[in-house]
């Protein structure tokens, strides 16, 4: 490392907030979707500096230098990925220079890194790959020990302080490991500024019932600070703590944790990592049963959601996909009556019972939950429209249980509210208790 830039870096505040910036035409367009803002907000939170801006900018060498001017007015760090490529619109490196205040330099040491990247893989470097060597003259190369990109370190000067630019190459493989090996070594958390953060996951309650029961744990000045969000089915309570974690600190966090599980009551399912199958499979695992699946609509996705579970051989017996109704008939001897006009159909109570009781018998397992419905766009009718699936549970204990779910949105969604729905209602089972979620279906 060069002494100026050693200074520049001793010099540096304490960092508490960092700004996340992404730069590319295919991000802006939509066409790429930004996992890397994502993953560096979560690792950046992990050393206890807070990520409050995430900015995505064109391939325009304007647009980036008044991003790196107007994120260096209000946090401690940039941290920016992409336009570090050898052509003609990969501009970052002259965007920084710009907003430096500086000029581009030829870096020999990069330049030599760039050359032996293509020596060692037999490949002539082309001219223009010398471009990826340039660095601001008060700046430094960051090695790109994966790709022929070498990152960049600056400072833009805020009054008396430096916030400091880190800028990145677009591709994850090769922006995670230099993340990790040049720009977290660097960083400067404030050793009093911990970030702790726990999210409890919930499922069968909407995001605003949810922050109804949390009542006033959602103030916006209540710490820990509690917000709610929605995904795949699944709302989730995030607490986060920010300050020294000290011993008042730990205790008001699981204070604030215990009194949102309690909250959420029997919608609370998993801390963190856990997904909805995780908790499945460890409630099956915990009483050394097993679980069948017989699909129809959802056409394994329940299967697939199970063993994305490590360790769900131990539970899940195997599954079925019945799509057709010759399927159903051959694999589960279900009469071809049944799907004769007039007949109850594929999607009834009737035919999600079977499913599920010839399946379980069929794979001999503890428990079976079968799915058979309306997926669409097409396909519905006014008695059973879009959105219409027969979930049923059967168990070794003699004991089913079919209802019926009018799911709403597009054929992604009605199946993955479909596939959670089963797995909710072998919770209920499970734990005993009279699941809340059910109160939206008919139960037969
Ligand atoms: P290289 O020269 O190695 O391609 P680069 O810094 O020029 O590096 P970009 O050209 O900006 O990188 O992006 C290359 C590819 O990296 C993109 O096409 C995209 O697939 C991926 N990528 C870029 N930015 C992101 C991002 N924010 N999130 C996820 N993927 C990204």
Request: aromatic residues 4%; hydrophobic residues 40%; contains cysteine.
């Amino acid at each position: 490392m060069r002494g100026g830039t050693l200074l520049l870096l001793s010099a540096m505040k304490f960092q508490k907030t960092a700004a996340i910036m992404s730069v590319g035409d295919e991000l802006t367009l939509g066409q790429t979707l930004d996992t890397n803002s994502k993953w560096l907000a979560q690792r950046l939170l992990e050393v206890g500096i807070t990520a409050r801006i995430h900015l995505t900018v064109a391939d325009e060498l304007d647009a980036q230098r008044a991003a790196f001017k107007q994120l260096s007015a209000t946090c401690d760090v940039i941290v920016c990925t992409g336009g570090l490529g050898p052509t003609a619109d990969d501009l970052t490196r002259e965007a920084l220079a710009l907003a430096t205040d500086d000029q581009l330099v030829i870096d020999e040491v990069s330049q030599s890194q760039v050359q032996a990247w293509f020596t060692s893989r037999g490949r002539v470097m082309a001219d223009i790959n010398n471009a990826q060597a340039l660095r601001p003259s008060r700046g430094m190369s960051l090695p790109n020990l994966q790709g022929t990109a070498p990152g960049l370190y600056a400072s833009i000067t805020r009054g008396e302080e430096q916030v400091g630019v880190f800028c990145l190459p677009g591709p994850p493989r090769e922006m995670i490991p230099m993340f990790e090996a040049q720009v977290l070594p660097r960083l400067r958390p404030d050793p009093d500024h911990q970030v702790q953060t726990r999210t409890l996951h919930c499922f069968g309650i909407g995001e605003s019932d949810l922050a109804m029961r949390l009542g006033l744990l959602m103030e916006r000045n209540h710490r820990p600070l509690v917000g709610t969000t929605a995904s795949g089915g699944v709302v989730s309570i995030r607490i986060r703590h920010e300050g020294p974690m000290d011993d008042d600190a730990v205790r008001a966090l699981s204070g604030v944790e215990r009194a949102c599980q309690k909250a959420a009551g029997e919608y609370y399912f998993g801390t963190d990592d856990s997904s909805f199958a995780m908790t499945i499979v460890r409630l099956l695992q915990e009483r050394a049963q097993t679980l069948a699946t017989v699909e129809s609509c959802t056409g394994g996705l329940l299967a697939a959601m199970l063993t994305d579970v490590p360790g769900a051989s131990t539970v899940y017996a195997g599954g079925l996909v019945v799509y057709s109704n010759e399927q159903k008939h051959a694999m589960l001897n279900i009469s071809l009556e049944r799907f004769a006009p007039g007949g109850p159909g594929a999607v009834s109570a009737e035919t999600a019972g079977d499913m599920a009781l010839c399946g379980r018998e069929k794979l001999g397992a503890t428990h079976a939950l079968s799915i058979t419905g309306v997926a669409g766009p097409g396909g519905g009718s006014k008695a059973k429209p879009v959105g219409t699936v027969w979930i049923s549970r059967a168990s070794s204990d003699r004991t089913a249980d079919t209802r019926c779910f009018e799911f709403s949105g597009d054929r992604y969604n009605i199946r993955l509210w479909a596939a959670m729905c089963a797995m909710a209602m072998l919770r209920y089972k499970l734990l005993e208790i009279d699941g809340p979620l059910l109160r939206q279906s008919v139960r037969v």
